[in-house]
């Protein structure tokens, strides 16, 4: 992964002095293109329910929240006539795709493609293309030579974070939550896959769609996922934020399905862990917003193998309006992956975790110019290693009085089955 945090010294005009885009409405072979297709084993993907951009090539690579800044430095030419706010209310141009850490204020890193490839949520679609000193985005085929081929290959699982030193960090934070030292802590743990041939990175997205094409799903390098949680989205003056606290498996009967759903939303514990979570995200935005909205009970959000509390959040933001990296930066990471109170419940997860989470647990997502975009939450998330054959996965639960280090790590099973059953092919 160094090749990707190699040029984050660089002043981010540097990049852009020389840059022109071009953006055109997509022709009809460009159009039909799966934007999985676009991204396939080294482009740039950030989608959900086929609305996103796919992007080639490299234009720059800045800091996270340098990218704005740099696309707005990119003189552009818009042919598309597609007027901002026919598309969601974002027109078209350059985006830059990036992510921030787990740990607040990390260096997080934002590349801007020098092809990118936009479906909007109205069904147009649109390309843009930066060409300047260096850049060769004209060159990038847009369309793979076919589909991903099917292979076998063997596989060695392991879990990185020994179980008893799970056990032990979840009860270490249940006792600092009945010692009413914190609230709520988020305790996560670690395995690999490890496999004898690279990983067919286009061959995982596509699986990632079959199995969860309502969530996030993203590819920045070796970063690879799909998460069901929006972090926030800016959309004008529009903000939006779907937290998810509380879980509960599938267990592929629709009926045992309700019965889960039903005790989920009547669980003491979930609900405690959720209401945390809603309580934070709301007070964090609020400072920025004319008003603010939240549902007021949460619902069930249902993926393909688990099961969430999830509350909707919408408001209007005050002028002017921050970039949406701002506010990913006050809101990363969320209780639903720290703790509450932040600092005390970070503290603690460095003294028992012992896990390295890298970019678990921060953000993943897109910006334009205008500093609108949508952030996910990174989870269900894989971090591949530079020759693709390790991946770190990472997975957590909220931990509460109530909780039970035994009934934690298999809510962790459940929530690695997102990435294995996309990575494993033996």
Known sequence: MGRERSERGRSPLEHVVTMRAVSRLADAATR????????????FLFVRDGVG???????ARVRVDEAAAVLAAIDHDDQTGIRAGDGGGIGPGPRALGWVPFVPGGAGEAVVPAVIVAKDPDGSCWVTTIAGDGIDGASE?????????????????????????YLAAVAAARDAVNEERILKAVIAREISVTATAPIDRHGVLHRLKAAFGSSYRFA???????????????????????PLAGTAPRAGDPHQDAAIAA????????QIEHRVVIDVV???????????????EPQVLTVANVQHLATRIEGQLSRPTPPVTTLVRALSPTPALG??????ALALIAEVEGVDRDRYGGAVGWTDAAGNGTWAVSIRCAQLSDDRRVARLHAGGGIVAESDPLAELAE????????LSALVRP
């Open 32 to 43: 039909a293109l799966d934007l999985n297709d676009v991204a396939r084993d080294d482009g």
């Open 53 to 59: 951009f796919a992007g080639r090539g490299v234009a």
């Open 141 to 165: 085929t847009l369309a793979p030579a076919g589909p991903p081929r099917p292979a076998a290959d063997s596989y060695r699982l392991a879990p990185v974070t020994p179980v008893d030193t």
């Open 220 to 242: 920045i390098d070796g970063f690879v996922g799909a998460s069901p949680e929006l972090l926030v989205e800016v959309d004008g003056r529009t903000v939006r934020s779907t």
């Open 263 to 270: 005790a989920l939303i009547a669980s003491t514990k979930n």
């Open 282 to 296: 709301h007070d964090t935005l609020l400072p920025w917003c004319s008003y603010l909205d939240w549902e007021p």
């Open 339 to 344: 703790g509450h109170p932040r600092d005390e």
């Open 412 to 419: 962790t099973q459940a929530k690695f089955q997102a990435m």
